[in-house]
Each structure stands twice: as C-alpha cells, then as structure tokens.
C-alpha cells in the first residue's frame, strides 16, 4: 500500500490506499489532488479553517496553525491560544497585556467592537477583580491579562481606539 511521499508511477497506485490521492507526474510521488490537504500518510482532505466542522484533530492542523478538533466538532485553537485569523492560533504570553477589540469609549459602560459593531461578547463574569469598573472610571479598552487569567481594564493613560489594531498593549 502506498503513502503519500512514496514513488508511484501512475494515479491508480496512490489512489488505492489514499483518499483524494493522485500520482504527482513531476515528482513522481503520491501526492494529494489539487485543492486537498494532507490530513495523514493515507487522508488528504478540505482545507479547514478555524470554526468548520471536524470529525479529527488531523483535519485542522492540517490548515491551522496550532489548531485543534474541540468537543463540539469544530476547528479551534488549542490550549491557551487565541484567534489570530482564520488559519493561525496565536500563543497567549505571560506579562503582556492583550487588547480584544473592544471598547467603552463613546459611552461608558456600553462596549462595542473597533468597527462600531455592538454585540453582547462582553456580557460574561470571568471579568478581573473590580471590572468593568462600573462607570467609576474611564478605563475604555476591554484586555485580556493572561497573568491574572481574566479579562479587565487598566487605564493607558489616552486611548484612541482609531490609532490601534487590537492585539498585544
């Protein structure tokens, strides 16, 4: 039975053993078809990106840089990583400070995304001790602190959410 890698001289070869396989005629190796990706040594499959549908952990590190198959049958990153775009799960440091996109700058007390969008991402309790701080302060970014493992506020002094991208403070 062939694998992907292996010699072949002819589709029928990598087809038999592999799923989506052809016989690559200029390296003359088993190979995956054009717009697969190779899930394993047998397995070539649909690119995935973060929030598709999986039955394995293979499927998304396939196309996903640190990618995982969660409980819910869906690509996401794994461990302590964050969404970065749709094909990279960005690792979470300690002692730096991340800014979510979201803020509480026209009004306080009422968050929106850096486009203006309102939603409800901010309505959990895994805020930090004494955030949001209730309107008592002007602190406009919501952060994520992985040092505190929560989300908070702290004051940066001036913040103009025009002037940044939301990433590492």
């Known amino acids: 039975p062939k694998i992907i890698g292996d010699s072949c001289t002819s ?3 990598c087809t038999a053993t592999i799923l989506n396989g052809i016989c690559n005629p200029t390296e003359s190796q088993c190979d995956c078809v054009e717009g697969k990706v190779e899930y394993n040594e047998t397995t070539c499959g649909e690119p995935k990106i973060i929030g598709d549908m999986c039955t394995s952990d293979e499927e998304c590190t396939a196309t996903i840089l640190n990618g995982i198959c969660n409980a819910e049958s869906q690509c996401d990153c794994f461990g302590f990583k964050v969404e970065y775009n749709a094909t990279t799960c960005a690792e979470i440091e300690t002692g730096v400070r991340y800014w979510v996109g979201g803020n509480d700058v026209a009004e306080e007390g009422t968050w929106t ?3 203006g969008s309102q939603g409800s991402p ?7 001790r004494n955030e949001p701080n ?3 302060r002007s602190f406009d970014p919501g952060l994520l602190d992985p040092d505190d493992s929560s989300m ?3 004051d940066p002094g001036s913040f103009d959410p025009g002037l940044l991208d939301p990433g590492e403070w």
């Open 11 to 13: 589709d029928q070869e």
């Open 113 to 115: 995304w850096i486009d």
């Open 122 to 128: 901010f309505d959990f309790s895994g805020w930090g």
């Open 134 to 136: 209730g309107g008592t």
């Open 152 to 154: 908070g506020r702290f």
